[in-house]
């Protein structure tokens, strides 16, 4: 029997504490005209001292399984790709586990920086078509702010938390789904984009008190890699899909940069307003970014049964990854 792996339910949750440009501007040299022509961004989303990345992903999980119509205990496998996991152990996958009253269900964390939700979906994708699997809850969530430097203006501007989730179900209906998807990655770039405390360099008071804990970028080489990548992932997708640029409802990007998700749309002559984008709202979510975009697609009914969505995504690693998904 061959078997599709379809979307049968995603959720989301943003903590409600905003961080504005003009809040920025009172902590760091900034306004939020330079911010909003940069980077498209108007306020972002910060966890407060008792949300963690796991509560965030916990409220996002359990709406995902209300919308799916399941229980917790109908899940086989949850995968939650994130950078700011809770601890550095046990994951995250285990503690959203544990709020869903799961004792013995298989969960594990999946650490691909902003590609990370499209590696958990092909990966759950995997576990559902090989039959092993019936139902699968993925998710992306992130608490950015905890490794953001407020000093430097060049990248605290970008980031916020929140956490998105959906379950993937098996189906026995024929070319739905999850019709395609393609994972890279390139270490050879991971000077571009990185949050350095680990085995390589421990964290110390040295590194502390250079600032050296915090998330690093080269935002001008970020910009031109994900751009070309970006319309690299939707050539494939079109390709490997045997689909034309007018078949796509909706391409769902991460939302790294409003002048990146422009840029490549341009490219590829498919209109911006068939791109999901909410930045202006919650920034640079990292693992969270598509799935946030996705639920909100899905529960304001831009998107229905049979429509074409490609998911593209570009992140630390340097990861690039894509899915086509027909709903």
Same mark, same amino acid.
């Given at each position: 029997?061959?078997?599709?792996?379809?979307?049968?339910?995603?959720?989301?949750?943003?903590?409600?504490? /905003? =961080? @504005?440009? $003009?809040?920025?501007s009172? &902590?760091?040299?900034?306004?939020?005209?330079?911010?909003?022509?940069?980077?498209?961004?108007?306020?972002?989303?910060? *966890?407060?001292t008792?949300?963690? @990345?796991?509560?965030?992903?916990? %409220?996002?999980a359990?709406?995902?399984?209300h919308?799916?119509?399941?229980?917790?205990?109908?899940?086989? =496998?949850?995968?939650?790709?994130?950078?700011?996991?809770?601890? +550095?152990?046990?994951?995250?996958?285990?503690f959203?586990?544990?709020?869903?009253?799961?004792?013995?269900?298989?969960?594990?964390?999946?650490?691909?920086?902003?590609?990370?939700?499209?590696?958990?979906? $092909? @990966?759950?994708?995997?576990f559902i078509?090989?039959?092993? %699997?019936?139902?699968?809850?993925?998710?992306?969530?992130?608490?950015?702010?905890?490794?953001?430097?407020y000093?430097?203006?060049?990248s605290?501007?970008?980031?916020?938390?929140?956490?998105?989730?959906? +379950?993937?179900?098996r189906?026995?209906?024929?070319? @739905?789904? +999850? =019709?395609?998807?393609?994972? %890279?990655?390139?270490g050879?770039?991971?000077?571009?984009?990185?949050?350095?405390?680990?085995?390589?360099?421990?964290? $110390?008071?040295?590194?502390?008190?250079?600032?050296q %804990?915090?998330?690093?970028?080269?935002?001008?080489?970020?910009?031109?890699? *994900?751009?070309?990548?970006?319309?690299?992932?939707?050539?494939?997708?079109?390709e490997k899909c045997?689909i034309?640029?007018?078949? &796509?409802? =909706?391409?769902?990007?991460?939302?790294?940069?409003? /002048?990146i998700?422009?840029?490549?749309?341009?490219?590829?002559?498919?209109?911006?307003?068939?791109?999901?984008?909410?930045?202006?709202?919650?920034?640079?979510?990292? *693992?969270?970014?598509?799935?946030?975009?996705? $639920?909100?697609?899905?529960?304001?009914?831009?998107?229905n049964?049979?429509?074409?969505?490609?998911?593209?995504?570009?992140?630390?690693?340097?990861?690039?990854a894509?899915? +086509?998904?027909?709903?």
């Open positions: 029997m061959a078997y599709s792996a379809i979307i049968t339910g995603t959720g989301s949750h943003l903590p409600d504490k /905003r =961080l @504005t440009n $003009d809040d920025l009172k &902590i760091v040299e900034t306004n939020d005209a330079w911010i909003t022509q940069r980077t498209g961004i108007k306020e972002r989303r910060v *966890a407060r008792e949300e963690t @990345t796991a509560s965030l992903a916990s %409220h996002a359990t709406k995902a399984l919308a799916a119509k399941l229980e917790s205990r109908d899940v086989d =496998l949850i995968l939650c790709a994130t950078i700011t996991p809770e601890m +550095v152990t046990p994951s995250t996958a285990c959203v586990a544990a709020s869903l009253g799961l004792s013995s269900t298989p969960a594990m964390d999946i650490s691909a920086a902003c590609s990370g939700f499209v590696y958990a979906l $092909d @990966t759950a994708t995997a078509k090989s039959g092993r %699997h019936k139902n699968v809850l993925i998710i992306g969530a992130e608490t950015l702010s905890r490794i953001t430097d000093q430097d203006r060049g605290c501007i970008l980031f916020g938390d929140g956490a998105g989730a959906a +379950v993937i179900s189906s026995e209906e024929p070319n @739905t789904g +999850v =019709l395609h998807a393609s994972l %890279h990655a390139d050879n770039g991971w000077e571009l984009l990185y949050c350095q405390p680990g085995s390589r360099h421990p964290l $110390d008071t040295v590194m502390v008190a250079g600032r %804990h915090y998330l690093k970028l080269r935002g001008r080489e970020v910009f031109k890699f *994900a751009v070309g990548k970006f319309v690299e992932l939707v050539e494939d997708a079109c045997a034309t640029r007018e078949q &796509i409802k =909706l391409v769902i990007p991460h939302q790294s940069n409003l /002048r998700i422009e840029a490549a749309m341009d490219k590829l002559g498919i209109p911006i307003d068939r791109a999901a984008i909410n930045i202006a709202h919650y920034g640079n979510t990292s *693992a969270a970014s598509i799935p946030i975009a996705l $639920d909100e697609a899905m529960r304001s009914g831009r998107l049964k049979g429509d074409v969505v490609v998911l593209v995504a570009i992140g630390a690693g340097l990861t690039w894509n899915a +086509v998904i027909r709903i």
